[in-house]
């Protein structure tokens, strides 16, 4: 599995765009991004992931680049709620997650 | 949908003692997978099970175990339990799209 690199925290105002980069230079070209975060004490919550191509749901935006060497996470309107870890995970379909140690997300007032 | 249940939620045990965790997979879900989390080591692969069968196996010692039952429950297992062994251990399910969700955890504290 592909390592991947995120700034260890964030920090942003209530109701801008959290947005989110991780580096997986070494990604192999059937390894997925997934994303998910942790809220403190709970089970990691799934919120997206990706191949090749940008995906939205609605939860967030995952932005690929073309070379699939990072991506990026967009969360639109960001509220205090969001305030939680994020993990960028490189991973094949059917192999387990690897956790870095993510990025901490702290949304303001 | 009913989400992954874990069960229980808070356990309190004492060295030398032994352990078992629940967990139920979202309905339709075949592989359960265990991971456990430490402030030190962050959050660990177990192993995984998917229809009675241990797919895959983490780095641990043969101390932890686990099982699959026929309507794709999970239990875990640990035997003569240590001081290291208190963590938030997590069970995630997935279904044939392979996306891994996960249930509330179970909070182990071994005195």
């Known amino acids: 599995d592909a390592k991947t690199t995120q700034p260890p925290s964030m920090d942003c105002a209530e109701g801008r765009a959290a947005n989110l980069p991780c580096n997986h230079s070494?990604?192999?070209?059937?390894?997925?991004v997934y994303w998910y975060r942790q809220i403190h004490s709970q089970g990691p919550q799934y919120i997206i992931h990706g191949l090749k191509n940008n995906e939205t749901n609605e939860m967030a935006s995952l932005i690929i680049t073309e070379d699939r060497k990072s991506s990026t996470l967009i969360l639109p309107h960001a509220t205090l709620r969001d305030t939680a870890v994020y993990y960028c995970?490189?991973?094949?379909?059917?192999?387990?997650?690897?956790f870095g140690t993510g990025t901490r997300l702290q949304v303001f007032p | 949908k009913a989400g992954v249940t874990q069960t229980p939620r808070y356990l309190i045990k004492t060295r030398g003692q032994q352990v078992t965790l629940s967990c139920s997979p979202i309905?339709?879900?075949?592989?359960v997978s265990w991971y456990q989390q430490t402030p030190g080591q962050g959050l660990q692969f177990l192993f995984e099970y998917f229809s009675e069968t241990q797919r895959n196996k983490g780095n641990f010692p043969g101390r932890f175990s686990g099982r699959q039952f026929s309507n794709s429950r999970s239990e875990m297992n640990v035997s003569t339990l240590e001081l290291g062994d208190s963590a938030l251990y997590l069970c995630?399910?997935?279904?044939?799209?392979?996306?891994?969700?996960f249930g509330p955890g179970t909070r182990l504290l071994v005195l």
């Open positions: 070494t990604i192999s070209g059937n390894e997925y």
């Open positions: 309905s339709g879900h075949r592989s």
């Open positions: 995630a399910s997935s279904g044939a799209e392979e996306t891994q969700y």
């Open positions: 995970i490189a991973r094949y379909n059917t192999d387990k997650l690897i």
